[in-house]
């Protein structure tokens, strides 16, 4: 009767596991079977893109630590613009002696001023607009020239430095832009970027135009975690650049480590947190040896790919692992007592 108790509660207790595993995501430490991986394309049933089948990732969403290159293609100041250093001016003036023409770019020196040349010397002209500067540049020049005639022009502004270059996507998700303002460009795409920038620009400058690309792919990551057989797991992360499979990720680490098994696989988040995530096995063997591409995977942003390790050096590990303290203590206590024989034998010898 009691027999009949013990396996009715045992067969109980698997109906109520074996349920229990058919519901819902699952957590187990060994990969499960796989899981359709579904991409955003055409086709909403197509399998998960491998060597020979890879897909093309979608328009690059902006993050921190990402670095941008921000060209200027048109950069005006509205006006009236008030002339900084560094600014640009194109001179030109008439009736001047050839050997000492003016019809050239000068650029304004820190100290606000314009080196005409050693005829005509240096004007100041900082925080003028264009026109007063060209009245105070005619001024100077009637010192030595007779009835000249001037005009000035903007060339390019200082103000352009500050957005041509690398700008670092900051941890606020802001690009610093000088003195025209910073701008958020976090979960945007290029060319939202472009516009959210030239958007900025507008408040300084008559219809900017800049081009945005981006430098350096910091955001967009996968990680190689290799378990290392009770002595810790290593972790690696690399950056995507939309062209890795799982062979291009084991070779950047080198190969296998000597306490790596082939038991190995992708695990693929779900998108946004909705539904289960992906378990991609990998088969080791067939990829390298035979050149099969069914299970060399495209590795895509935010994969895991794990590398678990061999049974029988976790054994061996977690085994010395507790014989170590017990081999140190004896390995003392042999020395001690050889030391003891040793006196009791020959004596302490003489100092």
């Not at 579904?38 to 990402?66: C, F, N």
């Not at 003195?179 to 620009?201: D, I, M, P, R």
């Amino acid at each position: 009767m009691m027999v009949t108790s013990i396996s009715r509660a045992l067969l109980a207790g698997c109906g109520a596991l074996i349920l229990a595993s058919g519901v819902g995501c699952t957590a187990f430490m060994a990969p499960r079977e796989t899981i359709p991986a579904t991409i955003p394309g055409p086709s909403p049933t197509s399998t998960a893109p491998r060597e020979l089948d890879m897909v093309s990732l979608p328009p690059y969403v902006i993050e921190p630590p990402d670095i941008l290159m921000i060209n200027a293609i048109k950069i005006v100041p509205k006006p009236p613009h008030k002339i900084e250093p560094f600014d640009g001016l194109l001179i030109r003036a008439l009736n001047t002696p050839l050997e000492s023409p003016i019809a050239d770019i000068f650029s304004v020196d820190p100290e606000g001023t314009v080196d005409l040349g050693p005829a005509y010397g240096k004007v100041r002209v900082v925080g003028m607009t264009i026109d007063d500067a060209q009245d105070a540049i005619r001024k100077e020049l009637t010192k030595t020239l007779a009835d000249p005639q001037v005009s000035v022009s903007l060339a390019f502004s200082a103000g352009a430095q500050q957005i041509v270059g690398e700008h670092l996507v900051g941890p606020d998700g802001r690009v610093n832009l000088g003195t025209y303002g910073s701008v958020y460009v976090t979960g945007l795409t290029l060319q939202q970027a472009k516009q959210a920038v030239e958007k900025q620009l507008s408040n300084k400058l008559e219809d900017p135009e800049v081009v945005v690309d981006v430098f350096a792919y910091n955001s967009k990551k996968y990680y190689i975690i290799t378990q290392g057989s009770s002595f810790g797991d290593n972790i690696v992360n690399l950056p995507i650049t939309g062209n890795e499979t799982v062979l291009d990720a084991i070779s950047n680490i080198n190969g296998l480590s000597q306490v790596s098994s082939k038991h190995i696989w992708i695990a693929r988040p779900a998108p946004n947190g909705v539904g289960c995530e992906q378990i991609l096995p990998v088969n080791y063997d067939e990829i390298t040896r035979g050149g099969v591409t069914a299970t060399n995977w495209q590795v895509m942003p935010g994969d895991r790919l794990f590398i678990s390790e061999q049974p029988l050096a976790t054994l061996d590990a977690r085994v010395a692992t507790i014989t170590r303290p017990f081999e140190r203590l004896l390995g003392f206590v042999s020395l001690g007592t050889a030391a003891a024989n040793r006196i009791v034998r020959f004596g302490l010898g003489t100092l």
